[in-house]
């Protein structure tokens, strides 16, 4: 048996069903022990950033391993871009890379990297593969500190090696979650149950780490009165009409939520590193629970921290808690919540001009015209604005998005890995059209595999999301426009369904049609340019920054500024 055929039955054992990549000299035995084979899938991309992009997007979707490749040199520099995304959002990737020659290493080769430097950074786990006897080793613990420690290893595999025989030896993969719990002790449940008892107005900020536990949550969260808020990694595991569901938290959160933060005495942080400091209450008491024992306490100052897995905590402490009576704070929040919605609800409204589409009713449109079970992919920029607060996500669907790299490009790729995760599933790419245009080549990924991806393109001609932050700083707008293609054309070059709305009028019949398009499908909408993405708590300086900014723009000629 060849090395990279035992590294494939290993990957198989673990349950990977695709390798996203680009196919280069370096790694052409791995791509000849796929073609033998019938277990995985090789799915040729445009360009391997999107390859680790959708690898990333399907590991956090399915919580299992995925798997990008490159080449040699260039291939492997490639991939970096996805692989920080992965290793950002704690997704278990696995990346395959080429590299010169073994005998070669070191002697300035043609196309040499220092991979395993170049890699130092991203990977929790890195490998160079020098000896056909380090198998089924050292792939075994590369996938299994991808799987168990939630993040990206790195296998580097010389040409001349990938093609040796390895022994015949037996291996055991342990593919996903066990069952095993991170208890609390009982003496943080103790001192947990005394101030939770204690408080009167009690939220809830739950995170990633309660995405298995979403019932054990909402049995808490009704047992104390208290609302919810969620992280934006969080925003599916509860469907955001459920009473007890006050909103996001931070700059694309909503009021209802701000609210819930600001008004509560004690703030029991479930899984979540919710990184924005200025968001956290400043007089509440602060309870965070998670499995990473290193997060606690480097957001806030005087928070009790317990290490446990969420789902072990909330079934420990649950029984240990009394009903509450208080409700004060829910019916605040509440109130809050439903006015925020209403005044959103005006923003989305199609009625609300008669001549522009705002980017407010894209997103509740595709609320309403969704279906259980559909999946979201969401770019960077002021896409995500609009997706977070105005998306109402319903049962079972999932909203994926680059979430603390904050990429650019992401939906497109990310709806590839998806859809091929889910193919029973609606897939919708929220794709801003600068984020579009920087992987548009996928679009051909797409038509060539025959994957219905629905790419809804925000189309304002603008880095919308970077001139909001150059007017918050007091800066006039600059070099944020964008030259845009005919979308509709080029999709339908492409092989695939292509249309563009204007009129907000004709918006959701458009809507229609690109959701229940055969194949790829990608709607260009004409969103207004100067929508503005404004936070739920604004503060003094951004207001007066943006009103000087937009007084230099209106003043400026030729440059200069009169």
């Known amino acids: ?44 991309v445009v360009h391997e950033e999107a390859g680790a ?34 290793a950002k959002d704690y997704a278990p990737v696995l990346a395959l890379t080429g590299q010169v020659p073994s005998v070669e290493i070191g002697f300035n080769y043609h196309q040499e990297v220092d991979l395993q430097r170049l890699f130092s950074d991203v990977a929790l786990f890195r490998a160079n593969v020098s000896n056909p006897s380090q198998m089924p080793r050292i792939a075994i613990e590369a996938c299994h500190a991808a799987i168990h420690d939630r993040g990206v290893s790195v296998l580097t595999i010389p040409h001349d090696i990938g093609n040796r025989d390895v022994p015949d030896s037996s291996f055991q993969v342990r593919s996903g979650e066990n069952g095993s719990r991170l208890l609390p002790s009982e003496s943080d449940l103790n001192q947990c149950v005394s101030t939770i008892e204690k408080a009167k107005k009690v939220t809830i900020l739950y995170g990633e780490g309660c995405r298995r536990c979403s019932g054990e949550l909402v049995q808490l969260a009704e047992l104390l009165n208290a609302p919810m808020i969620y992280s934006l990694k969080a925003k599916d595991i509860v469907a955001y009409d459920h009473p007890l569901v006050a909103g996001g938290l931070g700059l694309l959160g909503t009021r209802g939520g701000v609210q819930a933060a600001d008004d509560c005495d004690l703030l029991l942080v479930l899984g979540s590193d919710f990184p924005y400091r200025d ?29 446990a897995d ?19 704070h829910l019916k605040t929040v509440q109130n809050e919540k439903a006015k925020g919605d209403t005044a959103m609800a005006k923003r989305a409204s199609i009625d609300r001009s ?22 979201f992919t969401c770019d960077t920029g002021a896409v995500t604005v609009w997706g977070a607060r105005h998306l109402r996500l319903k049962k079972d669907q999932r909203f994926l998005l680059s979430f603390n790299l904050a990429t650019m490009a992401f939906a497109m790729p990310a709806a ?31 038509v060539k595999y025959q994957l219905p991806i629905k790419v809804i393109l925000f189309n304002n001609r603008r880095l919308g999301l970077i001139q909001m932050e150059q007017e918050a700083e007091g800066y006039p707008e600059h070099e944020t426009d964008l030259f845009n293609p005919a979308y509709p054309l080029l999709a339908k070059s492409f092989g695939a369904w292509g249309e563009s709305v204007s009129d907000p009028r004709q918006l959701e019949n458009a809507l ?20 503005l993405t404004w936070p739920p708590k604004l503060e003094f300086e951004e207001a007066w920054g943006f009103a ?15």
């Not at 590991?59 to 990008?68: D, E, F, Q, Y």
């Not at 890995?417 to 797409?446: I, K, W």
Request: charged content about 25%; proline content about 4%.
């Open 1 to 44: 048996m060849r090395l990279y055929e035992q590294l494939l039955d290993i990957l198989a054992e673990c349950g990977v069903k695709q390798i996203f990549g680009v196919p280069g000299d370096a790694i052409n035995p791995l791509i000849e022990a796929l073609r033998k084979q019938d277990r995985i899938r090789f799915i040729h």
């Open 416 to 446: 590839i890995g998806a859809q091929l995760s889910r193919p029973d599933r609606r897939v919708v790419s929220l794709s801003g059209d600068g984020g579009f245009n920087m992987l548009m080549g996928e679009f051909l990924t797409a």
């Open 512 to 531: 229609r049609r690109a959701l229940d398009a055969e194949g790829p499908a990608l709607l260009d909408v004409h969103i207004a340019t100067s929508e």
């Open 354 to 375: 008669a001549d522009v589409i705002h980017p407010q009713s894209v997103t509740s449109l595709l609320s309403e015209l969704s279906e259980e079970g559909d999946i």
């Open 279 to 307: 968001w956290y209450p400043e007089k509440a008491s602060i309870i965070r629970v998670d499995v990473k024992g290193r997060v606690l306490g480097r957001r806030t100052a005087g928070e009790f921290g317990l290490v």
């Open 53 to 86: 992009l959708a690898a990333s997007a399907q590991a956090k979707l399915t919580g299992n391993l995925a798997v990008c490749a490159g080449t040699v040199g260039p291939g492997a520099i490639h991939l970096l871009n996805g692989l920080y995304d992965a």
């Open 548 to 562: 000087r900014a937009k007084f230099k723009e209106w003043f400026q000629v030729e440059g200069e500024t009169r």
């Open 310 to 328: 969420c789902r072990s905590f909330l079934m420990e402490i649950i029984p240990r808690l009394s009903p509450s009576k208080e409700d004060d």
